[in-house]
Structures are given as C-alpha cells and as structure tokens.
C-alpha cells in the first residue's frame, strides 16, 4: 500500500547513486585521460633520455644541458643548425610584450572614444567592431602576406606584431569599452574641471579605474603572440627572427635523426612553462576573455 | 500522510553553523511553522527535510525510517517555493503536470489529475497560459497545484506568501489553512511573519541563529513565552521589557526598578528568589495595560509621550523613567503629553526573565 | 562664435588622437586585406607580385581542380564531425557532467581542459605527433600493446584512422570554447529550478533533459553556429599534425589548400592567385556569418561581454 519509506527503498537509493557517479567519474576521466596522458610524456620526456610509453629508460638531466650556452647540438655536424635558444625566446618575449602593449594602448584609446564620445557613425563602428572580431583573421594570410611585402615588413617581427595587433583589436577595444561603461563620469568631470584637456584626464583619472581590463587586455595581447605560429611561420623567413614556435616545429620535424626527443621536450616545456603559469594566475581575465575571443579553434 | 522527526539536526556550512541540535516531532496531518528571523535556520532545515541538503549531523525520520540518504525525488514530499520556481519554457499545464510525468504516468491520468487539482485550487482557465503571463497570485496558485498533483505525504512550504501584495496574503492565509484542512497532508511552513504562523499552524517552532526556542501552540506560545527572544517575537505590538530587581521588605515582594515600583504576591515573589537570579527583566504585553489616573502598588506610573491612534485602537507610548512602554487602549482615548498616568497590570499578564540568560522564570 | 568653432576643432582632434591609432591599423591590417584577399583572387599572381588579371578564372579553374571535389568533402565531413563530436558533443557532455558533481572536483576537470587551448600550438601538435608514433614505444600504441591489443598505424595511410586523429587534436582544443559558454549558462541557471524539479521527482538525466538543456537553447545555438565558422577557417593544426596527408591531400581542407596552393613549394606553390581565390569563398562566408551572428546574438554578445569585477 502505502509504504513509502522502507529500508528497501533507502538501499536502492544508495545503490543508484553509487552507480551514477561511477558512469559519469567514468565518462569524465576517459574523456579527460588523453590530454593528462600527453602532457604527462612530455613532462617526462624532458627529464628522461627514451621514453617507453610513460617509463622513462632513464631519468637524466643531460636534455638541459645545451640551456648552458643555449646552443642545440647536432650530433655530426660542426655548426649550429638552430638558432640559439635564448635569441628565439628573446624574440618571443619582445613580440609578445609589444603586442600586449600595443593592444593594450590602442584599445584603451579606442575603447575610451567610443564608450564616452558620442559622434556620427558611432553605432556602425560599433557594429563593424562586432562584426570582425568574430571574423576569421587566418583567411587572410595572403593578402597580408602581399601587403607586408609592399611596406617593406616582410621579414620581420614588426610586421608581425601589426597584424597580430590589428586582428585582435575588435575584441580588445570592445572589451575596454565594456569596462569604460561602467567607469561613472564624475571622477572625469572633476578631472576636466580641474584643468585636465580630454588626454590628460584619460591618462590620470579614467585608466586607473579600468586597470583590470587593462590587465586583461595586456595578458591576453601577450599570450597571443606568444604563442603565435602561422604568421611568424609565414611572414619570417630568417632564423635570426624565429620564435620559439617556429624552433619547436623545427625541433618536431627532424627530431630523431638531428635532435634527441629529450631536448625537443625540453624546449617545448619552456616554451609552454609561462603560458601555464600565467594561466593558473591570472585565470579569471584570461576565461572570460576566451569566451568573448578568438581563441581560434 | 507521514509523521516526521528532527533528531539532533545540525548543519553546518564550513564554518558557520546554521543549524544546531534541533529536535522536533510533526506529527501525522500537523499543520507545522517553522518561524524565525531570516537567517535563524529555518529554510535551511526545511531543505533538511526535502533533502536538498544532507544534514551534517544528526537524523531525519520519515515515519520511524531514517530517510537522510533517501534523495529528494524519492521522499514524495511536495514543495512551494518563495520564487515558486515555475519553469518558464513549460505550460502552467505541463509545470503541473510535470512530477506526474516524471513518475511516467499514462497520459489519461495526468489529465485528469491536473484538472483535479486545477479545479481545486482555481486556475482551470490558465493552463494553456505560461508562467510569464501570470499574476504573483495565480503563479503562487500553479505553485501549489503542483506541489500536491502529486498526492504528496508531506508539504513543505517556504515564504510562499512573502511575495504577495498585503491584500492577497491575508485571503490566502486562510485559504491555505482551509486546504489544509481538508486534504489532512502533513504540512511544515516557513515564514518570519509571526502573523502567518499563529493564524495558520497547529503548532510553532520558533527558532533563532539556528537553535529551537520554544514549540508549541499558538496559544501556549502567547502566554508562557520560554524566554525573551519568544517573549518580544510574538504578539504585535511587541511585549514591553524593563529591567528590574526583586527587593524583600519584610513578607512583601517588590519589583523596583527606573519609575516601577510594584508589590507582587509571594508565591512569585518565593520563586523569583528561589532562581537565584538577581538581574531580572519584566514583561508586559501592551494590551496586558490599563491606563488609569490613580497611581498604586498594582501600577507602574509615568508620561504620556505620544499616541498612535490605529483606528480600533490606540497605542499609547509611555515613558517609564528610561524606558518606553507601549500601552494599548481603547478607542477614544485621550490624553495630552506629559501627563501622568499610571499603568495597571495583572499579575497573571506578567513575566518575569533572568536578565542574563534570557529564560523565563515566572 | 568662434569659440564654438574651435571647440568643435578642438574635440575632433582629441577624438582624432583616441579613434585613428586603432582604426588605422584595423583599416590597413584587416579591412584592407578583405577587399584585397577578393582582389588577388581575380589574378594570378605570384611571389612577385605583378598584377596580372585574370578575372573569374581561378573560379573556374576550381571547378575542374582535380582535388578540389576532395578537399570540399573532407572539409565538410572535417567541420561536422568536429563540431559534433567535440566542440559541441563533448563540450556540451562535460559541462553537463561537471555541473552535476563535486564542484571543486568539476572546476579541475575544466580547467585541465582548458589546457589544449592555451598550450601554443606547435607544443601541442608536438605531443600529439609523439603519441601517435608507429612505435609500441609511442604513447597511444604502448597503452594498446598494454591491454593486448595491436598497435595501430594513426596518421599514415590508414583511414579513417588518420582522421580520427585530425578530428581529435582539433576537438580536444575546441571543446573547450562550448565549455566554457554551457558552463556558465548552466552555472546561470536559478538553483531554485533545479530544487523544485529534484523535489517534483527528476532523476540527474531528467534534470538533464526537461529542465537544464530547455534553459540552453541560446548558448547551444550560438556555440553551434561559432565553432562550425570557426572549423570552417582553421587549418592550423592540420598543419602541424598531417600537413594534408599523408599521401595527396587525404586530410586536406579546404584552408589548408589554399595556404599549401600559396606558399608550399610542393603544391606547385606560390600561386597567390589561385589561393586567394580559394580564401574568397572562405571570406565570403565569414563575412555572412559574422553579419548573421552579430544580428542574431547581439544580446548574447553583450551577456559575454568580460565584466570583471574585483
């Protein structure tokens, strides 16, 4: 009849609840294993001289040892086939920061103009901003390639850093001005009260209210180029001006017959190391941002 | 219909305690209100009880079963929210309907069923409409019509009347009794509005930072107040309180304090001795004091500060020394500020605290 | 009089200062190229740049490019095998999954992968390279050779087996965009909605099915329609991981044939005519995409929009 609370029931209860979470930690942990396996080897590889699956032969420290000069040996040859590790880093390093920077500046200008001045068109260029940051920049590799070379910026890293730049404008600008929204007028109106021309009160008064978007903007500029590959890979033909992607791949590509795997691994750890930590600090500005941006794939 | 027992709950949110030692029996068709001011515990046991939380310590019985494992969906329990949570992408048909299709009942009977209830609770015509396009009243009518499609054991019922305009609140407090009444469906009701529960419950449970303070009728609640917080949390206009002691002048007893000098009989008088506690409070319900003229050993005397004239009554504001009392008097009272009035209690309207622990004495 | 008109100066100047910097290198770097990829497609240019017109013949020619029926297939079946298995597949299931246990337990699961995304591509490509190897040393043959089975040959001649690896390098990065998008839409959800329908008698896949999925519509569609422009567009980790291959464009898509058309040597490269030609048609419907999001999800954009509040 009505035996709704019994012994019986509690026991089929617990039962189903076991077995639920048993089917979905299950599900969970074979959809996430790939990518713990994977950076697993890597790790492993770097402090290991051969790999079998994920037992290294033997744990040594000898892939790290080139980080001494920062030059790549290869067995067999006299020269140095690689450019020095610390020069590519190096170009990595000032690429990304020149693009965090610029980003940043130029967004926080653009961001500042259109969330406070009101002017003919306003409503378009906010539209087009929206329109282009979710445009794919990649598919216009060859008319870039075209105009780089016509400026004379083929083959360098300024030419990359612009069009890096003018990519991820779209998204930085209208990021800023999401934060410039919310910045009250009052501290501007007496800053300009006060003296300041349209410039100076940007620079003194409304930034510092906006300094977490400028984080934000700054650290997803840098990662981006950081980690850029197709257009270093594209528009720099010297090794002179090669960033660590480009090494890395270099590394990939003739490993086993120039470089062993360990110092492969090695560069690729480093090269991943400030990315991973950036993204254990500073995680909420970069969430949020990659929802809103091209975070490509 | 089921009996329901609270034994030794307690909750715990890291480190703040919501809930702490609560032992409390409902029993079979008990219309039960768990009141108390916001955040004393008493939604958070309610949850207990539906058993969205798992209580930290302690043991829920659903008819001598302990049901703390059982999970919400297996409780037959029946549920009102304060947001009444109607799901918005569903019909007020389909919100209502939606446990009976969940247990995978025939299609005949879920239409039936709902009709039934629809009917029951007057919302027939609104059916095919969607939560969006309803008044708070007709949301608050789906709300409850789903809570009981289901024939439910139990129902519990969280503030489901805070969100109503004043007006509508009054006509469904008693609605909701009557209901009650006839479906005979245990039902524990949460609110802060001490109205509410002494209108509606069989019986109150008063709880405040997590800890029960007194069970009972209304009525038993009203007179014997087990202490200050009880004291001043029911009855509107709040009981007065002064402070006081207790001074023997031969076999007199008095309560002396700022503008109170009363004699009181000595089986009180014995037993507020008898408690050891000197630091006492006294307690007096506004409408447990005759406003006279003539000052005597019955009567506490002092000012006339302002009235508050309410229609059906009056509320007189009295200074007693530092203290202000209210005092409720009949229609038609007059009296200017300043004037000297004395205040007349009995003494079976009195109640006597300890001033440290709060616990009544007399 | 005058004052007006020097303030009026004055303002357009400073507006000048904040707007042109950013619009001048929006202008040139990504507007201009959009008309000019469409340009370049009506020659046959090459590495030296001459303009030599050629109008609708790299149209044509595409009509009779022997591998360009392939590439247009493998592209298609690339995008929604992607998108379903992983950038809205599994992004939607491990949301789902990690909404509805221990949420300390949930955010470290998401948060390894958001891994793939972050991790610079050619580190990424690199693991997957070394996982995939022939060897029973490498990874994935080693797990195999483990459990008694034989090990498999991933990316060289062996499909659809290469392809389920292109597929899976592309959507263990992907996924994470839905991700993140079902997660907070869940997250958004008001709990007392999951309460009461606990209450009404839902198990956890009925929860799933009547109550949070109805809620989502908005998200699943704006994932859906982001991610397949996004696959649509990508080609780098093929790239890195196939290159098209192996063998004559057995992976190849359709951006990667244009970037291969432009600039591999063994492509019979350098034909930055064709190529862009090729990149127009992928311009276009970005274009008509973005336009069609920015109308339909404005809203949705604005709820996206990074408000980051300390």
Same mark, same amino acid.
């Given at each position: 009849? +009505?035996?709704?609370?019994?012994? &019986?029931?509690?026991?089929?209860?617990?039962?189903?609840?076991?077995?639920?979470?048993?089917?979905?930690?299950?599900?969970?942990?074979?959809?996430?294993?790939?990518?713990?396996?994977?950076?697993?080897?890597?790790? !492993?590889?770097?402090?290991?001289?051969?790999?079998?699956?994920?037992?290294?032969?033997?744990?040594?420290?000898?892939?790290?040892?080139?980080?001494?000069?920062?030059?790549?040996?290869?067995?067999?040859?006299?020269?140095?086939?690689?450019?020095?590790?610390?020069?590519?880093?190096?170009?990595?390093?000032? !690429?990304?920061?020149?693009?965090?920077?610029?980003?940043?500046?130029?967004?926080?200008?653009?961001?500042?103009?259109?969330?406070?001045?009101?002017?003919?068109?306003?409503?378009?260029?906010?539209?087009?901003?929206?329109?282009?940051?979710?445009?794919?920049?990649?598919?216009?590799?060859?008319?870039?390639?075209?105009?780089?070379?016509?400026?004379?910026?083929?083959?360098?890293?300024?030419?990359?850093?612009?069009?890096?730049?003018?990519?991820?404008?779209?998204?930085?600008?209208?990021?800023?001005?999401?934060?410039? +929204?919310?910045?009250?007028?009052?501290?501007?109106?007496?800053?300009?009260?006060?003296?300041?021309?349209?410039?100076?009160?940007?620079?003194?008064?409304?930034?510092?209210?906006?300094?977490?978007?400028?984080?934000?903007?700054?650290?997803?500029?840098?990662?981006?180029?950081?980690?850029?590959?197709?257009?270093?890979?594209?528009?720099?033909?010297?090794?002179?001006?090669?960033?660590?992607?480009?090494?890395?791949?270099?590394?990939?590509?003739?490993?086993?017959?120039?470089?062993?795997?360990?110092?492969?691994?090695?560069?690729?750890?480093?090269?991943?190391?400030?990315?991973?930590? *950036?993204?254990?600090?500073?995680?909420?500005?970069?969430?949020?941002?990659?929802?809103?941006?091209?975070?490509?794939? | 219909?089921?009996?329901?027992?609270?034994?030794?709950?307690?909750?715990?949110?890291?480190?703040?305690?919501?809930?702490?030692?609560?032992?409390?029996?409902?029993?079979?068709?008990?219309?039960?209100?768990?009141?108390?001011?916001?955040?004393?515990?008493?939604?958070?046991?309610?949850?207990?009880?539906?058993?969205?939380?798992?209580?930290?310590?302690?043991?829920?019985?659903?008819?001598?079963?302990?049901?703390?494992?059982?999970?919400?969906?297996?409780?037959?329990?029946?549920?009102?929210?304060?947001?009444?949570?109607?799901?918005?992408?569903?019909?007020?048909?389909?919100?209502?309907?939606?446990?009976?299709?969940? &247990?995978?009942?025939?299609?005949?009977?879920? #239409?039936?069923?709902?009709?039934?209830?629809?009917?029951? !609770?007057?919302?027939?015509?609104?059916?095919?409409?969607?939560?969006?396009?309803?008044?708070?009243?007709?949301?608050? #009518?789906?709300?409850?019509?789903?809570?009981?499609?289901?024939?439910?054991?139990?129902?519990?019922?969280?503030?489901?009347?805070?969100?109503?305009?004043?007006?509508?609140?009054?006509?469904?407090?008693?609605?909701?009794?009557?209901?009650?009444?006839?479906?005979?469906?245990?039902?524990?009701?949460?609110?802060?509005?001490?109205?509410?529960?002494?209108?509606?419950?069989?019986?109150?449970? @008063?709880?405040?930072?997590?800890?029960?303070?007194?069970?009972?009728?209304?009525?038993?609640?009203?007179?014997?107040?087990?202490?200050?917080?009880?004291?001043?949390?029911?009855?509107?206009?709040?009981?007065?309180?002064?402070?006081?002691?207790?001074?023997?002048?031969?076999?007199?007893?008095?309560?002396?304090?700022?503008?109170?000098?009363?004699?009181?009989?000595?089986?009180?008088?014995?037993?507020?001795?008898?408690?050891?506690?000197?630091?006492?409070?006294?307690?007096?319900?506004?409408?447990?004091?005759?406003?006279?003229?003539?000052?005597?050993?019955?009567?506490?005397?002092?000012?006339? /500060?302002?009235?508050?004239?309410?229609?059906?009554?009056?509320?007189?504001?009295?200074?007693?020394?530092?203290?202000?009392?209210?005092?409720?008097?009949?229609?038609?009272?007059?009296?200017?500020?300043?004037?000297?009035?004395?205040?007349?209690?009995?003494?079976?309207?009195?109640?006597?605290?300890?001033?440290?622990?709060?616990?009544?004495?007399? | 009089?005058?004052?007006?008109?020097?303030?009026?100066?004055?303002?357009?100047?400073?507006?000048?200062?904040?707007?042109?910097?950013?619009?001048?290198?929006?202008? !040139?770097?990504?507007?201009?190229?959009?008309?000019?990829?469409?340009?370049?497609?009506?020659?046959?240019?090459?590495?030296? *740049?001459?303009?030599?017109?050629?109008? %609708?013949?790299? /149209?044509?020619?595409?009509?009779?490019?022997?591998?360009?029926?392939?590439?247009?297939?493998?592209?298609?079946?690339?995008?929604?095998?992607?998108?379903?298995?992983?950038?809205?597949?599994?992004?939607?299931? @491990?949301?789902?999954?990690?909404?509805?246990?221990?949420?300390?337990?949930?955010?470290?699961?998401?948060?390894?992968?958001?891994?793939?995304?972050?991790?610079?591509?050619?580190?990424?490509?690199?693991?997957?390279?070394?996982?995939?190897? +022939?060897?029973?040393?490498?990874?994935?043959?080693?797990?195999?050779?483990?459990?008694?089975?034989?090990?498999?040959?991933?990316?060289?001649?062996?499909?659809?087996?290469?392809?389920?690896?292109?597929?899976?390098?592309?959507?263990?990065?992907?996924?994470?965009?839905?991700?993140?998008?079902?997660?907070?839409?869940?997250?958004?959800?008001?709990?007392?909605?999951?309460?009461?329908?606990?209450?009404?008698?839902?198990?956890?896949?009925? %929860?799933?099915?009547?109550?949070?999925?109805?809620?989502?519509?908005?998200?699943?569609?704006?994932?859906?329609?982001?991610?397949?422009?996004?696959?649509?567009?990508?080609?780098?980790?093929?790239?890195?991981?196939?290159?098209?291959?192996?063998?004559?464009?057995?992976?190849?898509?359709?951006?990667?044939?244009?970037?291969?058309?432009?600039?591999?040597?063994?492509?019979?490269?350098?034909?930055?005519?064709?190529?862009?030609?090729?990149?127009?048609?992928?311009?276009?419907?970005?274009? @008509?995409?973005?336009?069609?999001?920015?109308?339909?999800?404005?809203?949705?954009?604005?709820?996206?929009?990074?408000?980051?509040?300390?």
């Amino acid at each position: 009849m +009505d035996e709704w609370y019994s012994l &019986r029931k509690l026991k089929l209860a617990r039962i189903k609840r076991f077995l639920s979470a048993f089917v979905l930690y299950s599900i969970l942990i074979l959809l996430t294993m790939p990518i713990v396996l994977m950076y697993l080897m890597l790790f !492993l590889q770097s402090i290991s001289d051969e790999l079998i699956g994920l037992i290294p032969r033997r744990l040594t420290l000898e892939n790290w040892y080139f980080l001494a000069n920062g030059y790549i040996k290869v067995p067999g040859t006299a020269g140095t086939y690689y450019p020095n590790f610390y020069l590519v880093a190096f170009n990595t390093f000032l !690429l990304a920061i020149t693009v965090g920077c610029l980003e940043v500046l130029l967004a926080s200008l653009a961001g500042y103009a259109i969330s406070r001045y009101k002017f003919k068109g306003r409503s378009q260029l906010l539209a087009l901003i929206l329109i282009l940051h979710s445009f794919p920049g990649i598919t216009l590799l060859i008319a870039l390639f075209y105009v780089l070379n016509m400026i004379g910026l083929y083959d360098t890293l300024i030419g990359v850093l612009i069009v890096k730049v003018a990519l991820d404008l779209p998204l930085g600008i209208w990021i800023m001005k999401g934060f410039f +929204d919310g910045v009250s007028w009052d501290i501007e109106m007496s800053a300009l009260v006060d003296g300041c021309n349209r410039l100076q009160a940007w620079w003194k008064v409304v930034l510092p209210s906006v300094r977490n978007g400028l984080m934000a903007v700054l650290i997803f500029g840098f990662l981006s180029g950081w980690s850029e590959f197709i257009y270093v890979l594209t528009f720099i033909s010297s090794q002179k001006y090669w960033t660590l992607s480009m090494l890395v791949k270099a590394l990939t590509s003739e490993e086993f017959v120039y470089v062993s795997p360990g110092v492969t691994a090695v560069a690729a750890v480093l090269y991943m190391i400030p990315v991973v930590l *950036f993204f254990l600090f500073a995680q909420k500005y970069l969430l949020r941002i990659q929802i809103a941006g091209k975070g490509a794939l | 219909m089921v009996k329901v027992k609270l034994v030794d709950l307690h909750k715990y949110f890291g480190k703040v305690k919501a809930v702490v030692g609560l032992n409390l029996t409902i029993d079979d068709g008990e219309f039960v209100a768990l009141l108390g001011p916001s955040g004393c515990g008493k939604t958070t046991t309610l949850l207990m009880i539906a058993g969205i939380y798992k209580p930290t310590k302690g043991y829920i019985y659903f008819d001598d079963v302990i049901v703390n494992d059982l999970p919400p969906k297996d409780r037959n329990i029946g549920m009102v929210f304060q947001s009444y949570a109607l799901y918005p992408h569903m019909t007020v048909f389909d919100n209502i309907a939606f446990p009976l299709k969940l &247990r995978k009942e025939p299609k005949q009977e879920i #239409r039936k069923k709902v009709r039934e209830v629809a009917e029951l !609770l007057q919302i027939s015509e609104l059916l095919d409409r969607k939560p969006g396009q309803l008044s708070g009243g007709q949301q608050q #009518r789906v709300a409850l019509a789903r809570a009981l499609v289901k024939e439910p054991n139990l129902f519990l019922m969280d503030e489901p009347l805070s969100n109503l305009d004043a007006k509508l609140r009054v006509t469904m407090r008693a609605e909701l009794k009557r209901l009650q009444k006839q479906l005979g469906i245990t039902t524990i009701y949460v609110t802060h509005d001490q109205v509410e529960a002494m209108t509606m419950a069989d019986r109150i449970a @008063i709880l405040n930072k997590g800890i029960l303070q007194q069970v009972g009728r209304p009525e038993e609640l009203y007179d014997k107040p087990a202490n200050l917080f009880v004291a001043g949390f029911i009855g509107s206009p709040p009981m007065n309180f002064v402070e006081c002691s207790l001074n023997q002048k031969g076999d007199d007893y008095f309560l002396e304090g700022e503008g109170i000098n009363l004699k009181v009989n000595r089986e009180i008088g014995k037993i507020i001795v008898s408690s050891g506690v000197s630091e006492l409070i006294l307690g007096v319900r506004p409408e447990d004091l005759e406003i006279g003229r003539a000052p005597d050993t019955q009567s506490i005397t002092g000012e006339v /500060y302002v009235l508050e004239p309410l229609g059906r009554d009056v509320i007189v504001n009295v200074k007693v020394g530092n203290n202000m009392l209210k005092v409720l008097a009949p229609q038609g009272f007059k009296a200017s500020p300043g004037e000297k009035v004395a205040l007349k209690l009995k003494m079976e309207r009195m109640h006597i605290f300890d001033k440290r622990s709060g616990k009544a004495i007399v | 009089m005058l004052n007006v008109i020097k303030f009026k100066r004055i303002r357009r100047a400073y507006l000048a200062a904040f707007l042109v910097p950013s619009m001048a290198v929006i202008f !040139l770097f990504f507007l201009f190229p959009v008309v000019l990829t469409l340009l370049i497609g009506l020659t046959d240019m090459t590495f030296s *740049f001459e303009w030599h017109w050629v109008y %609708l013949d790299n /149209y044509f020619q595409m009509f009779s490019d022997r591998w360009a029926p392939k590439i247009l297939f493998n592209t298609l079946f690339y995008v929604f095998s992607t998108l379903a298995l992983f950038n809205f597949g599994t992004a939607l299931l @491990i949301s789902l999954i990690t909404n509805h246990i221990n949420e300390k337990v949930g955010a470290v699961f998401r948060a390894i992968w958001l891994l793939p995304r972050i991790t610079p591509s050619t580190v990424y490509a690199l693991m997957w390279l070394w996982a995939t190897r +022939d060897e029973p040393t490498a990874l994935f043959n080693w797990i195999l050779t483990g459990l008694g089975l034989k090990p498999v040959r991933w990316l060289w001649y062996n499909p659809p087996i290469n392809w389920l690896v292109v597929i899976a390098v592309n959507g263990f990065v992907g996924a994470s965009f839905g991700m993140i998008i079902f997660t907070a839409a869940l997250k958004s959800i008001p709990e007392d909605y999951i309460r009461a329908a606990k209450v009404d008698g839902a198990s956890g896949w009925q %929860l799933v099915r009547y109550v949070e999925l109805p809620l989502m519509k908005w998200p699943l569609m704006f994932v859906a329609a982001y991610q397949t422009l996004s696959l649509l567009t990508s080609y780098e980790y093929i790239f890195l991981v196939t290159n098209g291959g192996p063998g004559l464009y057995t992976t190849e898509v359709w951006a990667l044939y244009s970037y291969h058309i432009a600039f591999s040597q063994y492509a019979g490269g350098g034909r930055l005519g064709y190529g862009a030609a090729l990149s127009t048609i992928l311009v276009a419907i970005g274009l @008509i995409m973005s336009v069609i999001y920015w109308k339909l999800f404005r809203f949705r954009e604005l709820m996206i929009e990074p408000k980051i509040e300390d």
